[in-house]
């Protein structure tokens, strides 16, 4: 939150070194997304850095910003287990993942890796969880656009990337497809399945690539290099 403290309420703050050297080596999206906005919201209020408020609201609007996205991921642990059969442990999941001192310390926090778990949320949400709702090409797209949010806050994102990717191939195709070009037993459907699917591929990486395409640009005009 240092750096948004300085630019967004014109503080004096001891900004990180990833962020202060020259060439910085952070991307800002993070520290906006996790702590600008809610500075912002601060600074709307009206209140002024000579305030005697100011202090508390820069400490508590960004823990309640966070613990707000937070409930990103408690709906996709629900999606989840619908889309697996598991409604019925819907309830038991919700109360270990809440009770967790992971989740109770750091997703109530600014941190790189809350704002990475809950972009993980977000594209299990839009992948797995919209399966029966949204179109391939969509969920490919929206994939793509998150996976960048992801990738710029933390790179340990392509990890979770690569897994859930890996999972929408094979829900696209089918187990029994993927295993048949292994023996390579391609069949002429299984063509146009493996066609379909490199078309929506192309979509996600169009999607991811614009995504940061804006972010490079973001960064190149706040950090002005």
Same mark, same amino acid.
């Given at each position: 939150?240092?750096?948004?403290?300085?630019?967004?309420?014109?503080?004096?703050?001891?900004?990180?070194?990833?962020?202060?050297?020259?060439?910085?080596?952070?991307?800002?999206?993070?520290?906006?997304? %996790?702590?600008?906005?809610?500075?912002?919201?601060? *600074?709307?209020?009206?209140?002024?850095?000579? &305030?005697?408020?100011? &202090?508390? @609201?820069?400490?508590?609007?960004?823990?309640?910003?966070?613990?707000?996205?937070?409930?990103?991921?408690?709906?996709?642990?629900?999606?989840?287990?619908? @889309? =697996?059969?598991?409604?019925?442990?819907?309830?038991?999941?919700?109360?270990?993942?809440?009770?967790?001192?992971?989740?109770?310390?750091?997703?109530?926090?600014?941190?790189?890796?809350?704002?990475?778990?809950?972009?993980?949320?977000?594209?299990?949400? #839009? %992948?797995?969880?919209?399966?029966?709702?949204?179109? %391939? #090409?969509?969920?490919?797209?929206?994939?793509?656009?998150? &996976?960048?949010?992801?990738?710029?806050?933390?790179?340990?994102? #392509?990890?979770?990337?690569?897994?859930? &990717?890996?999972?929408?191939?094979?829900?696209?195709?089918?187990?029994?497809?993927?295993?048949?070009?292994?023996?390579?037993?391609?069949?002429?459907?299984?063509?146009?399945?493996?066609? *379909?699917?490199?078309?929506?591929? =192309?979509?996600?990486?169009? @999607?991811?690539?614009?995504?940061?395409?804006?972010? #490079?640009?973001?960064?190149?005009?706040?950090?002005?290099?």
């Amino acid at each position: 939150p240092e750096p948004m403290a300085r630019d967004i309420l014109q503080m004096q703050a001891t900004i990180p070194w990833e962020f202060a050297q020259q060439p910085p080596c952070r991307s800002v999206i993070s520290a906006g997304l %996790t702590s600008g906005i809610p500075l912002l919201g601060v *600074k709307l209020l009206g209140l002024s850095p000579e &305030s005697n408020w100011v &202090s508390t @609201a820069i400490l508590l609007a960004p823990r309640i910003w966070m613990v707000a996205l937070s409930f990103i991921l408690d709906n996709a642990i629900v999606q989840l287990c619908e @889309a =697996c059969g598991l409604r019925s442990h819907v309830q038991s999941t919700l109360l270990v993942f809440g009770s967790a001192w992971p989740g109770l310390l750091m997703l109530s926090r600014p941190f790189s890796n809350s704002l990475e778990a809950v972009l993980l949320g977000a594209a299990l949400i #839009v %992948t797995v969880g919209s399966r029966d709702r949204a179109g %391939t #090409v969509q969920r490919w797209r929206r994939f793509g656009f998150i &996976s960048a949010l992801g990738v710029f806050t933390r790179f340990t994102f #392509v990890v979770f990337g690569a897994v859930i &990717s890996s999972w929408m191939v094979v829900d696209a195709l089918g187990l029994t497809v993927v295993q048949r070009s292994f023996r390579r037993e391609t069949r002429a459907q299984d063509w146009q399945l493996w066609r *379909k699917l490199a078309l929506d591929i =192309c979509e996600g990486a169009a @999607a991811f690539l614009a995504a940061s395409a804006a972010i #490079v640009l973001t960064d190149s005009l706040y950090f002005g290099t």
